[in-house]
């Protein structure tokens, strides 16, 4: 009956999983662990070494690179328990340092997407204001102080005005009153005008006839007499120009699409529940 027993198939198909098991716990001493581990493989020493020889030019000795470990060892444990008590929770910095994380890699994934000549060409046509160039111009000006002129300042640039465009008065730059303000400027886009003469003066001057003294137009800082010598109302460029412009803001719209979905299919797993705003106590 014995023997019987022993030539059964299932005796033997335990006997043998039971030696495999046996060899397992005697080979591998986390067989019946329930510790949760801490690996430093290979690939991780040769990080903190690399670390290291990045700030002192030098590979660590044993003794420096077992204080890299120890510390490493040290963190990872500190870390784990921290987690374990909760102090993530409610922590501003800590809160931040994983959104920031979170951030970094939907930038990974927009950084991975290479866009196609068409895609850009659509863009480049969706968002033409965006990548037009800014309208220019080049100008001579006369200046008159109000500060000097009082009263008389619109009529002392209007009696200037005449004699500019009869040409009694050849020398324009030595009209006016004395600035600091440049007398002529080449071709300068319509920012660079405004940034030197404020807004509402470099509006002006766009839409005044080339060649011809006009004015009074007035500035932040008084009356001028302007002759627009030449102009350039801007226009859209070609893709070949702005390229690296329309691939950043490309990658730029295509971030947002992938963060909008992203916290979109995040937000499904939870219930958000805002408490109403109380206003203000009566």
């Known amino acids: 009956m014995v023997k019987r027993?022993?030539?059964?198939?299932?005796?033997?198909?335990?006997?043998?999983?039971?030696?495999?098991?046996?060899?397992?716990?005697?080979?591998n001493d986390r067989a019946f662990s329930s510790k949760p581990r801490i690996e430093i493989d290979a690939a991780r020493i040769?990080?903190?070494?690399?670390?290291f020889m990045r700030t002192w030019a030098r590979r660590p000795t044993p003794a420096e690179l077992k204080g890299l470990v120890d510390d490493y060892v040290k963190g990872e444990i500190y870390y784990r328990e921290a987690k374990a008590?909760?102090?993530?929770?409610?922590?501003?910095?800590?809160?931040?340092?994983?959104?920031?994380?979170?951030d970094m890699l939907n930038d990974v994934a927009v950084d991975r997407l290479t866009p196609t000549d068409?895609?850009?060409?659509?863009?480049?046509?969706?968002?033409?204001?965006?990548?037009?160039?800014?309208?220019a111009v080049a100008f001579d000006q006369v200046?008159?102080?109000?500060?000097?002129?009082?009263?008389?300042?619109?009529?002392?640039a209007g009696e200037q005005l005449q004699a500019l465009r009869s040409g009694a008065a050849a020398v324009f730059a030595d009209l006016g009153d004395a600035t600091?303000?440049?007398?002529?400027?080449?071709?300068?886009?319509?920012?660079?005008?405004?940034r030197d003469f404020g807004d509402r003066f470099a509006a002006a001057i766009m839409d005044l006839p080339v060649g011809v003294w006009?004015?009074?137009?007035?500035?932040?800082?008084?009356?001028?007499?302007?002759?627009?010598?030449?102009?350039?109302?801007?226009r859209a460029p070609v893709l070949a120009d702005v390229r690296e412009q329309v691939v950043r803001e490309w990658k730029g719209e295509k971030r947002k699409e992938f963060e909008d979905r992203r916290l979109a299919e995040f937000a499904a797993h939870y219930d958000v529940v805002v408490a109403r705003d109380p206003g203000p106590e009566q």
């Open 46 to 51: 040769e990080q903190l070494s690399g670390l």
């Open 5 to 27: 027993f022993l030539r059964e198939p299932l005796v033997h198909f335990v006997f043998f999983g039971f030696v495999i098991f046996a060899l397992y716990a005697l080979l």
């Open 118 to 135: 068409g895609e850009l060409s659509a863009y480049l046509a969706a968002h033409a204001d965006m990548f037009r160039t800014e309208p």
């Open 214 to 234: 006009s004015g009074p137009v007035p500035s932040g800082y008084g009356m001028h007499l302007v002759r627009v010598n030449a102009s350039d109302s801007g």
């Open 180 to 194: 600091q303000l440049p007398a002529s400027l080449k071709l300068t886009p319509r920012s660079g005008v405004a």
């Open 143 to 156: 200046y008159f102080s109000p500060d000097k002129r009082g009263d008389k300042l619109a009529a002392d």
């Open 85 to 102: 008590l909760g102090l993530d929770t409610n922590d501003t910095v800590v809160r931040q340092r994983m959104r920031l994380k979170m």
